[in-house]
Structure formats: C-alpha cells, structure tokens
C-alpha cells in the first residue's frame, strides 16, 4: 500500500500568513495526489486534484504542486476559516490511501 | 445538483452486522462510481472500497474479506455491509462520489455508527 506521510502534524499560523503543507509519499503516484480540507463536525470537501488542478468554487489562495512523491499544499494568506485539518490522498494505486491530515492552529 | 446522503443504525452490537444505504441524487449511478470512507472519532480517514460504474467493486485488503458493497441503480442507492464488527469499527462513515483519478468530488454528511453491546 502507498504510504502518504503528511507534515507537519500541526501548524500553527498567523492569519495572513502564506503557509505551506507536505505531502510525501512512499513510492510515486505521479499527479494522482488530491487534497482535502476537513473542518470540525463536517464531511470533507475537495480542495484540489491532480497535485495542482484548481476546484470550482475554491478560493484562489489554495494551490498544490508537486509529482511523483512530494507535494505541497499552500495557502497565500491564511484566514480564519481555514482553520481545518487538511488531508492528501493518493488515486495512483488500489488501495487508495489518504494522508495522516496536517491541522491548522490559531497561533 | 448532486447530493449523497447515508442512513443505517447508529448503534451495533459486536459481532453482528452493519448495514449502510448511500442515497445519490444529481447523478447515475451508471456513470459515476461510489466510494465509502470512514473515519474514526478523532482520527483520519480511512478508504474502504468502490463499486464501479460497471458494478464491479474493490475493497481494501484490511476489511475485504469482512465487506460487500452493491447498488440498485433503479433506485439511485449503494449499500454496504460489513459482518462481524467490533469496537475498533466505531466511526463515521461517508459516502463520496469518485471522479477520474479517482478524486472524491462529493462526499455525504457522514452517518456515525457505534458498536457496543
């Protein structure tokens, strides 16, 4: 199974803040690397799929990189609503697998 | 507009069955396949399996030989069953819609099952 090891396990930020979340996995899976956003109590929402592509109403200042076996998460500007735990998750090799979450803090 | 909605008992006693409907609207269950996730209170989510638009299903290796999953797509529903459960069972368990990749491009509101006697 792919291994997705995601850090840090919890960042602490200021709003406003231009932060960036890694997503390392343990053999490649090319583009096929997507990211969650999960807030307290709710279903998570997709964030951004193969790596970079962006999602209909997502805000402009999430935006993913990477290939292979290393990926980021970044977000230019952080807000208070965005406080969540964030996931990856891989869709390159059955079984699918998601990432340990990396949960943003108020500093 | 699309929605996935999940019911079934939200308590269950060791070692008896848990059985789950995933009601979809906005979309065919004939052109989208439909995954379950769960996810543990506290913890992070964890991939169960996949029926396939075809109706062929994947499971992960950890619950395969534990969980079955089908739809009738008359009647636009996924169910999942698994046997034999026990307390590391209890989570919140989501369907989502998969899309290419596959990414899950809509999720449910999750329906939270307990096991305990």
């Known amino acids: 199974d792919v291994v997705l090891t995601q850090s840090p396990a919890t960042l602490s930020v200021t709003p406003g803040e231009r932060i960036s979340l890694s997503c390392r996995a343990s053999?490649?899976?090319?583009?096929?690397l997507h990211w969650y956003q999960q807030k307290p109590n709710e279903s998570p929402r997709l964030l951004i799929k193969y790596a970079s592509q962006s999602i209909s109403g997502i805000p402009s200042r999430f935006s993913g990189s990477g290939s292979g076996t290393d990926f980021t998460l970044s977000i230019n500007g952080v807000e208070l609503e965005d406080l969540s735990i964030y996931y990856c998750?891989?869709?390159?090799?059955?079984?699918?697998?998601f990432g340990s979450g990396t949960k943003l803090e108020i500093k | 507009q699309v929605q996935l909605k999940e019911s079934g008992p939200g308590l269950v006693q060791p070692s008896q069955t848990l059985s789950l409907t995933c009601t979809v609207a906005?979309?065919?269950?004939?052109?989208?396949?439909v995954h379950w996730v769960r996810q543990p209170p506290g913890k992070g989510l964890e991939w169960m399996g996949v029926?396939?638009?075809?109706?062929?299903?994947r499971y992960n290796s950890a619950l395969k030989s534990r969980l079955s999953i089908s739809k009738d797509t008359s009647k636009s529903q996924v169910f999942l069953k698994m046997n034999s459960l026990q307390t590391e069972d209890t989570a919140t368990y989501y369907c989502?819609?998969?899309?290419?990749?596959?990414?899950?491009?809509?999720w449910g509101q999750g329906v939270m099952v307990t096991v305990s006697s």
């Open positions: 053999e490649s899976v090319d583009t096929y």
């Open positions: 989502a819609r998969g899309d290419l990749g596959p990414h899950f491009d809509y």
């Open positions: 906005g979309f065919s269950l004939t052109s989208y396949n």
């Open positions: 029926i396939w638009n075809t109706g062929g299903t």
């Open positions: 998750q891989q869709g390159n090799s059955l079984p699918f697998t």
